[in-house]
């Protein structure tokens, strides 16, 4: 009998936690405090406890699960939140599994959509699929991390499994979630495969047979199926853990490429230490519960040291070039925070763009424009307008400036370059 039979039947089951509950020790306390680090919310807490006291005292580690549909190649740091989660639960022993919701992505995951998302063709997600562990394991360590597909158990279902499957939920309780029930009472329609994501998404929990599963707040029902599904299956359910959605640059929206205020794990080291220094002093502290691998200790030292007037810059600094040295090295993390000062004494960078234009004279709006300086010819002049635009370091203050043929650097705002030949 092959493991899609064993789960349909409900063999595959776990040992139920013992009624006795088990004392806490301190590094169980101690594990706890970690696991809560930042979160939104842990459910159940107490039965999450035990779980944690039953695996010190068996030496079994618990299986953590976290799922991803590989709906876009690249990962920025709104997305690294949770992954860094994984990796202290890593760090503490336990087993984590990087799940690639290969099968779950043809049917589009409809969390917080208004309207049907678009399902992915089998090649969109296979070419997804090729960067995303890579870029995740810039964050867990790749050889203490389980890989899985959930084709794997998902395919094997065929129609008479899917029937089965969904006959263990029904369409109220689906309908309780947020956004179908929007969609349901505004009268937008809501396509049946939708309602099976939650139900292939929990079913993942089962298969895996997983005592604790992450995700973003916005994945709560999900996982909560998840926990319900493994109680049908004679699983012991999963724990849950949601964590918080990052807000970007600009301290108020949750970080997105959409949006423009974010860190894409992937971009150049300056680029990245550049955007980090960018963030309030204020918003500094949430990075660093959200990002950082530093201890809890070391981050209360910090905001001591803030207190008595160390300046928070030196701490931005710390938070900066360990995330740049997490995605690059230790060496680029130095050689970006010393572009950093250059650029603050004025200074050039030594690593900009080169770009070889045509059409001398050219209006400083169409130049800054070609030179990928800014998204649009108006864009530039609003920049040239507030005093944003430089010229081999003298701002530009003409919007009718036309420029001649030369080699000159441009400057827009504080961490823009290019080095133009205009011919």
Excluded at 151 to 179: F, H, N
């Amino acid at each position: 009998m092959d493991t899609s039979q064993q789960l349909q039947n409900g063999n595959a089951t776990q040992s139920a936690t013992s009624t006795s509950l088990l004392p806490l020790s301190d590094a169980v306390q101690e594990a706890l405090t970690i696991a809560k680090r930042g979160i939104d919310e842990l459910l159940i807490e107490s039965e999450f406890a035990q779980k944690l006291a039953r695996s010190e005292k068996t030496g079994k580690p618990l299986r953590i699960k976290l799922g991803l549909d590989p709906t876009a190649p690249d990962l920025h740091l709104g997305h690294t939140v949770v992954l860094n989660k994984m990796r202290q639960l890593q760090n503490l022993g336990h087993q984590v599994i990087f799940l690639i919701g290969d099968f779950t992505s043809m049917i589009g995951d409809p969390s917080g959509r208004n309207v049907t998302r678009p399902p992915l063709t089998r090649e969109q997600i296979e070419e997804n699929a090729k960067t995303y562990f890579t870029q995740a394991s810039l964050v867990l360590d790749p050889s203490k991390t389980e890989i899985r597909y959930n084709s794997e158990w998902c395919d094997p279902l065929g129609a008479r499994g899917m029937i089965q499957l969904a006959a263990k939920y029904t369409v109220a309780r689906i309908l309780e979630r947020e956004d179908f029930t929007k969609r349901f009472k505004a009268g937008t329609p809501i396509s049946v495969h939708e309602l099976l994501y939650p139900l292939m998404q929990g079913y993942d929990s089962v298969a895996l047979q997983s005592d604790l599963e992450l995700g973003g707040t916005d994945q709560k029902f999900n996982l909560l199926v998840g926990r319900e599904l493994q109680k049908d299956y004679g699983q012991e359910p999963q724990c849950i853990l949601t964590m918080p959605l990052l807000e970007g640059l600009d301290g108020v929206e949750k970080m997105s490429k959409s949006k423009g205020n974010y860190v894409g794990i992937t971009e150049p080291p300056n680029t990245m230490f550049g955007k980090l220094m960018s963030i309030s002093d204020e918003m500094m502290w949430r990075y660093y519960d959200l990002l950082s691998f530093r201890s809890l200790a070391e981050i209360t030292q910090l905001r001591k040291e803030v207190d008595a007037g160390r300046n928070p810059r030196d701490i931005k600094v710390l938070l900066a070039q360990e995330i740049v040295a997490r995605f690059h090295t230790a060496q680029a993390a130095e050689e970006a925070l010393a572009d950093f000062n250059n650029r603050a004494r004025g200074g050039i960078p030594d690593d900009i763009p080169e770009v070889t234009l045509s059409g001398a004279p050219l209006g400083i709006g169409q130049l800054l424009k070609q030179a990928n300086l800014c998204p649009s010819t108006s864009e530039a002049l609003r920049m040239v307008e507030q005093g944003g635009v430089r010229i081999d370091g003298a701002p530009v203050s003409d919007k009718g400036l036309k420029v001649n043929a030369g080699t000159f650097v441009l400057q827009v705002g504080k961490r823009k370059f290019a080095r133009v030949t205009l011919l």
